[in-house]
């Protein structure tokens, strides 16, 4: 019994620590979607923030600095795809595209130019790394049967970072269904003309929509290199920009909803790192490769049939247009 729950809580510990950048940057698409803002450059933003935290903190020796340079560079991102789509009023889905292509060709070229590691940045130790936090008496509880392990092993033991994540969802909750920015940033999503005609800026609150979003995803790609990992390795955010959105219109655009679908996908990842090279009961030894595709498997059955009627706002993906 005691083992079956110590590789169960082991199980739930790593599906914790990855579902922390697919919740960032769920909520930070959140935010920009509910603006009336497609943003497909949240893996272009993950993994720009991931590469400027991993570089600065590992020339600065603070994580603290990488992380404030990760949310620079996704907020620098977020700035562009405003211009693009916003003031330019161009087409929200290629700008987003087209930002995934410059963050993965400009963390690579930056990288080989920069550390002559095939794109990769040295290793980050001590203060360059968010540690770990401990709850109070979390060592004295650990041997306490059941409420030991959970308290000092799942509860307590992850990043600040993770922290920030899981606390960003009542947070978004409130600020979206509670507050009076909320309830704007809302309506501009399903009608911008009547913020329009009540005299609000569209415009304004489209950006700071996604000034939210960058700061957000920004902290997601820093927590990736400086927190999950130890440096930024190529192409690192692998696809977890898209698995946001994936989770973000399983959960009908809803907070709370969009936690418990990236902690699903985060169950699944974590499921994979478990199973690799183990024989399964009338299946055998699976290939790695088919335990690294669950996770993306499982978008695409979602997406597929198992969503139900995902309605979106109204206004999301088309440029206002000022009447005059």
């Not at 790609?221 to 990992?229: D, N």
Request: with cysteine; aromatic share 10%; net charge positive.
């Amino acid at each position: 019994m005691d083992a079956i729950l110590s590789d169960l809580i082991s199980l739930l510990i790593t599906t914790i620590r990855v579902s922390t950048p697919l919740i960032l940057a769920c909520l930070a698409g959140l935010y920009s979607e509910r603006a009336g803002i497609i943003d497909i450059g949240l893996e272009g933003k993950l993994l720009g923030a991931a590469f400027g935290a991993a570089t600065v903190a590992y020339l600065t020796g603070s994580a603290w600095i990488g992380l404030i340079a990760g949310v620079g560079v996704s907020l620098a991102f977020s700035g562009i795809h405003g211009l693009a789509s916003i003031n330019f009023r161009g087409n929200q889905v290629i700008s987003g595209v087209a930002l995934n292509f410059l963050a993965a060709g400009l963390t690579t070229f930056l990288g080989a130019t920069w550390f002559a590691r095939g794109g990769n940045t040295p290793a980050l130790s001590g203060d360059a790394r968010f540690g770990a936090i401990h709850f109070p008496f979390a060592r004295e509880l650990s041997g306490v049967p059941v409420i030991g392990p959970l308290y000092s092993g799942l509860l307590s033991g992850h990043t600040i970072l993770t922290y920030i994540a899981f606390l960003a969802v009542p947070l978004t909750a409130w600020v979206l269904w509670r507050t009076r920015f909320g309830l704007r940033l809302r309506s501009v999503g399903e009608n911008p003309k009547a913020l329009d005609t009540a005299g609000m800026s569209v415009m304004w609150l489209r950006y700071k929509a996604l000034m939210i979003t960058g700061t957000l995803v920004g902290v997601g790609g820093a927590y990736l290199s400086t927190a999950q990992a130890a440096s930024f390795s190529n192409n690192m955010a692998a696809g977890r920009g898209f698995i946001a959105l994936a989770a973000l219109i399983f959960a009908k655009w809803r907070p709370f909803q969009a936690m418990f679908a990236c902690l699903l996908f985060g169950l699944l990842e974590a499921l994979q790192y478990r199973l690799q090279g183990q024989d399964l009961p009338f299946i055998g030894r699976v290939p790695t490769q088919a335990m690294q595709a669950l996770p993306y498997v499982l978008t695409i059955l979602l997406l597929a049939g198992f969503v139900g009627r995902a309605i979106p706002p109204k206004g999301l993906g088309q440029p206002y247009v000022k009447e005059r």
